[in-house]
């Protein structure tokens, strides 16, 4: 039944080693959102996908990069970890980005740089 | 750019008491979501409010938008050790992504 799925649930990386996050969803939903939740702290918007268009948060970092290859999937790609990226990922969609839709979250990934 | 604040960050509860976060915004909203979250989990939608002075009741929680569209509030009933978690505000003035509070992180003490 799971809706949108992140995998892996626990990523450990290295300092400066690329990593990947991945997310997909079985709902059919037109927008997907990734967001970046740090402990005790409100979900950070990093970015979102319309479709096939990306929309970068002013304030999201160059290091971070996103990949929608079609409408299941999208990746999260942090080209070089640092310590301060260490956080929650949580990717979410809606179904057509309008501001009055529910957020679909799936379960996160906890990511520990080394 | 819009913001939302909410308060306490923090609340401990004995069972029983009841609790209230609030949540303000910058700017007039369009509607306003509540999200709940475990500790350990994701945020999982509660409610939306999209009228002005709109009251919704799920149980024992108890949901206000204010008269203005600025401000709203999540009131618990006799709390439950269920109920522990953060709670969320996210607001949006348009079709624009939400924007969410800090959160209030609930305890409840048996």
């Known amino acids: 039944d799971a809706m949108v799925i992140q995998n892996p649930r626990y990523q450990v990386t290295q300092f400066g080693k690329p990593v990947t996050l991945s997310c997909s969803q079985t709902?059919?939903?037109?927008?997907m959102y990734w967001y970046q939740q740090k402990s005790s702290q409100a979900p950070k918007l990093l970015f979102h996908?319309?479709?096939?268009?990306?929309?970068n948060e002013a304030d999201t970092p160059d290091n971070f990069q996103s990949r929608r290859p079609n409408t299941s999937f999208c990746f999260l790609d942090i080209r070089s970890p640092g310590l301060g990226d260490a956080a929650m990922y949580l990717c979410?969609?809606?179904?057509?980005?309008?501001?009055?839709?529910?957020?679909?979250f799936g379960s996160g990934t906890q990511l520990s740089v080394l | 750019g819009q913001q939302v604040m909410q308060i306490p960050q923090y609340q401990h509860v004995q069972e029983g008491e009841d609790f209230t976060t609030y949540c303000n915004s910058s700017?007039?909203?369009?509607?306003i979501q509540w999200y709940k979250q475990r500790p350990g989990g994701h945020p999982v939608f509660l409610i939306q409010?999209?009228?002005?002075?709109e009251v919704k009741k799920q149980k024992r929680l108890t949901f206000q938008f204010g008269e203005a569209k600025k401000n709203s509030s999540l009131h618990i009933t006799a709390t439950q050790t269920t109920d522990v978690g953060t709670y969320f505000c996210?607001?949006?003035?348009?079709?624009?992504?939400?924007?969410f509070g800090k959160g209030t992180r609930l305890s409840v003490i048996a």
């Open positions: 979410a969609t809606t179904l057509t980005g309008f501001g009055n839709e529910k957020l679909f």
């Open positions: 709902l059919n939903h037109n927008v």
């Open positions: 996908y319309y479709d096939k268009d990306f929309n």
């Open positions: 700017t007039t909203l369009s509607n």
């Open positions: 409010l999209v009228k002005s002075g």
């Open positions: 996210a607001g949006t003035s348009g079709n624009t992504p939400l924007v």
